[in-house]
T-cell receptor, first 117, second 109 residues
C-alpha cells in the first residue's frame, strides 16, 4: 500500500525559532500533497495544498509567510513554521494524493507533534 | 455552502454491529472516503465509494447513495481496537476533500 513518512515525529522548540517538517511519499509519486493541523479533540483543518513545481495554495486564515511550503519533487514536500510561538503548538499531518490509484486517495503521514515553549 | 454531517459520538458493544452515517452537500462529487483515526495518531484510509452501492472489505463495509447525498460505514464483529474516530470526507468538483468533524466510536466490553 501507499506509504507516507513524516519527519520529525516530535519537535520541542523555543519561541521564535523556525521548525521544518518533511513529508515524503515512499512508494508512489505525489504531484499534490496536503498539510493539515489538528488541535486536541478537534477536526482536521486543511492548511494548504502543495503542488509540485508551483506555489502552494493556502486556506483562508493561514499565513503563507509564516507557514512556508516547498514541494520540490514528486516525493517530498516541506512545511516550515517560521518564528514559532506557543499558539503554533499542534499536531501537523501531511497527506499525499496517489493520482495513479484512480481514486485520488489521500494517504496520511504519521504526523508531527510540535510543542513551542 | 459545503457541508458534511455525521454524529459526534456513538457507543457500541464488543462483538456487535454499528452503522455510522454521513450526509453531505457539496459542490460536485468525485467520491466519498472513510478514514479511521485513533487518538493521537494520523488518519488511515478505510474505503472509497464513487458509485452507488455497498463496498465490502472484511469487517468493514461502506455504502453510498449519491441521489440522497448519503453514506454509511458498517462495522461488524466489533473489537476493542475499533474504538477510534471515523472521518467521512467527500471530494468535490475541484478534487478538494471536504471533511466531516468525525464520529467518535466507543466500544464497551
Amino acid at each position: 500500500g501507499a506509504v507516507v513518512s513524516q519527519h520529525p515525529s516530535w519537535v520541542i522548540c523555543k519561541s521564535g525559532t523556525s521548525v521544518k517538517i518533511e513529508c515524503r511519499s515512499l512508494d508512489f509519486q505525489a504531484t499534490t500533497m496536503f498539510w493539515y493541523r489538528q488541535f486536541p479533540k478537534q477536526s482536521l483543518m486543511l492548511m494548504a495544498t502543495s503542488n509540485e513545481g508551483s506555489k502552494a495554495t493556502y486556506e483562508q486564515g493561514v499565513e503563507k509567510d509564516k507557514f512556508l511550503i516547498n514541494h520540490a519533487s514528486l516525493t517530498l514536500s516541506t512545511l516550515t513554521v517560521t518564528s514559532a510561538h506557543p499558539e503554533d503548538s499542534s499536531f501537523y499531518i501531511c497527506s499525499a494524493r496517489d493520482s495513479n490509484s484512480g481514486m485520488e486517495t489521500q494517504y496520511f503521514g504519521p504526523g508531527t507533534r510540535l510543542l513551542v515553549l | 455552502g459545503q457541508n458534511i454531517d455525521q454524529p459526534t459520538e456513538m457507543t457500541a458493544t464488543e462483538g456487535a454491529i454499528v452503522q455510522i452515517n454521513c450526509t453531505y452537500q457539496t459542490s460536485g462529487f468525485n467520491g466519498l472516503f472513510w478514514y479511521q483515526q485513533h487518538a493521537g495518531e494520523a488518519p488511515t484510509f478505510l474505503s472509497y465509494n464513487v458509485l452507488d452501492g455497498l463496498e465490502e472489505k472484511g469487517r468493514f463495509s461502506s455504502f453510498l447513495s449519491r441521489s440522497k447525498g448519503y453514506s454509511y460505514l458498517l462495522l461488524k464483529e466489533l473489537q476493542m481496537k475499533d474504538s477510534a474516530s471515523y472521518l467521512c470526507a467527500v471530494m468535490d468538483s475541484n478534487y478538494q476533500l471536504i471533511w466531516g468533524a468525525g464520529t467518535k466510536l466507543i466500544i464497551k466490553p
